[in-house]
């Protein structure tokens, strides 16, 4: 492993020890949202992947893994994670818009989107664009914090000097837009500082 990557990963294990020391738990909430998932069938989209936690939790599991981010600097810390947890093998990493990716129609057995929507200035296109990669009888899992998280994330980027930035888009309008095209809403729950919602396709 090169310095660069050991250097990556001792920034993301003290950013995980400080959301520890505050009571929250990220990789219990990831766990989490990939059981509401249910059992995998055929290749993954993880959209808006950011450091790859939940791509390396499906990848663990088993799944064949396509991460896109549209920021390679987030992409290089789960490239990294990914060699360390062992599952590089199983995860492709992307540099691509959401709106307007390479795969085909019905590419994807699942597309999954945890902590990414508030990323989004404008989710229609996004959403229109993952609707058409997924398989028919497919499963969406949309996964954003609570308000109570986000003020915890906001408590740890000012410890750093920096802003969190939230966008427009909001979990419930997500799954309004999905099931007015027909998606059926599996479950809705609430732990770990997210609500997560897991929808199928028509």
Avoid at 83 to 106: E, K, M, S
Avoid at 146 to 162: D, K
Wanted: a negative charge.
């Amino acid at each position: 492993m090169t310095d660069a990557a050991v250097g990556t990963l001792e920034r993301y294990e003290a950013r995980m020890a400080l959301y520890r020391s505050l009571g929250y738990d990220r990789l219990a909430a990831v766990r989490y949202a990939v059981d509401r998932l249910g059992p995998l069938d055929g290749e993954v989209l993880d959209v808006g992947t950011g450091q790859g936690l939940l791509a390396i939790e499906l990848a663990r599991r088993g799944a064949s893994v396509t991460s896109i981010d549209a920021s390679a600097a987030e992409q290089r810390v789960g490239v990294a994670n990914a060699g360390h947890q062992g599952v590089a093998d199983r995860i492709t990493f992307l540099t691509v818009d959401a709106r307007q990716t390479p795969f085909g129609d019905g590419s994807f057995g699942a597309v999954t989107m945890l902590d990414a929507l508030h990323h989004l200035e404008e989710g229609p296109s996004v959403f229109a664009e993952v609707q058409r990669v997924l398989a028919p009888a497919g499963r969406v899992l949309l996964a954003e914090m609570t308000p109570q998280g986000f003020a915890l994330i906001e408590r740890v980027h000012a410890s750093e000097g920096r802003v969190h930035p939230v966008g427009p888009i909001e979990l419930e309008a997500a799954v309004q837009w999905f099931t007015s095209r027909g998606f059926r809403l599996l479950t809705l729950d609430e732990q770990h500082l997210h609500f997560v919602a897991v929808l199928t396709a028509p």
